[in-house]
């Protein structure tokens, strides 16, 4: 790839893949920003019965000394659940199944721990506390998730080929090793499942759908608009080309076509859009493909023999 191409591709990119509601730009994020570029193979071969991954999962619960944050231990099992249907190959909302969006991944709740510390539940989505933070209680050969005020950015997710500057530990190696203590994934307490202050539009729980597809090396569909070849966007053949995040209800977002030059309409109803929960419902087989290749490449301890 050419300087100037992977300049232009990196302009379509958004770092560690934060979700943005509206206010915060790329422009005010610090110029160490990972460089996320999919490497995986392009047209990776559709495999449908993937061996079963049993992924441990590790809560990391940040809350204020006023309660707020503080989410139920029962909450984060039936979110766990939710994960489950997506990476099995089921809408997780309405719970059908079709065999080739099956990863096959079974998520099993390793641990959950509880920290009440105002200034972390504050700002624990800033690239000078993650560091504190993620030190302090990662666990290994799990997959961390930390839940607190991760705010307008949603969601933040390593994924496995990014190379990314962490701050204050310039030297590590990139990218990260499988059990590095900074991989994982921030998400803001008011979107896990049955959120009462996003109800109706992400209170299901496929915000956490998104940024484990994320852990997993997925990139957005939107990635790099309507320019460019498959290499601009999320490196996956049967993902169609779109624009942006509409974030908009399911009947707003039926026939929507962002591209319309290009082939397929927009796929909105595809976990890695972070358009509202009831509208989502599944990864492609090729996402699927893709997101093994990477773990086997990337996490092969998790994967064993690949
Ligand atoms: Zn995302």
Redesign the pocket.
């Known amino acids: 790839m050419t300087n100037f191409k992977r300049l232009l591709l990196l302009m379509f990119l958004i770092p560690v893949?934060a979700?943005k509601l509206i206010t915060v730009t790329e422009a005010k994020l610090p110029s160490y920003s990972p460089n996320a570029i999919p490497t995986g193979p392009l047209e990776p071969p559709i495999v449908l019965d993937w061996p079963v991954i049993t992924q441990p999962i590790s809560f990391h619960v940040l809350y204020k000394s006023d309660g707020t944050g503080n989410v139920l231990n029962q909450t984060l099992v039936k979110q766990t659940e939710k994960l489950n249907y997506a990476f099995s190959g089921k809408d997780a909302v309405k719970k059908k199944y079709t065999k080739p969006t099956n990863a096959n991944i079974k998520f099993v709740v390793n641990s959950i721990d509880y920290t009440k510390n105002d200034e972390w539940f504050s700002n624990c989505a800033l690239w000078n506390y993650q560091p504190t933070i993620k030190r302090a209680l990662f666990r290994p050969n799990s997959y961390n998730v930390y839940i607190c005020n991760v705010d307008v950015n949603l969601?933040l997710s390593l994924i496995p080929y990014q190379e990314t500057k962490i701050y204050g530990y310039p030297n590590e190696p990139m990218p990260l090793p499988e059990n590095h203590w900074y991989l994982g994934t921030l998400i803001d307490h008011k979107l896990l499942v049955d959120s009462k202050v996003f109800k109706g539009r992400w209170s299901q729980g496929l915000m956490l759908v998104?940024?484990t597809g994320?852990h997993y090396g997925l990139m957005?569909l939107y990635q790099g608009g309507c320019i460019g070849d498959e290499t601009y966007s999320d490196n996956i053949m049967d993902t169609p080309r779109q624009v942006g995040n509409p974030s908009k209800s399911c009947p707003q977002l039926k026939g929507y076509d962002s591209c319309p030059k290009l082939a397929r309409k927009d796929d909105n109803s595809n976990y890695?859009s972070?358009n509202y929960d009831s509208c989502r419902s599944h990864f492609t087989p090729g996402q699927v493909s893709y997101l093994r290749h990477i773990i086997c490449d990337y996490k092969p301890k998790l994967a064993g023999l690949c």
Request: proline letters at 0%; charged letters at 20%; aromatic letters at 0%.
């Open positions: 893949c979700e969601g998104h940024e994320h957005h890695m972070i």
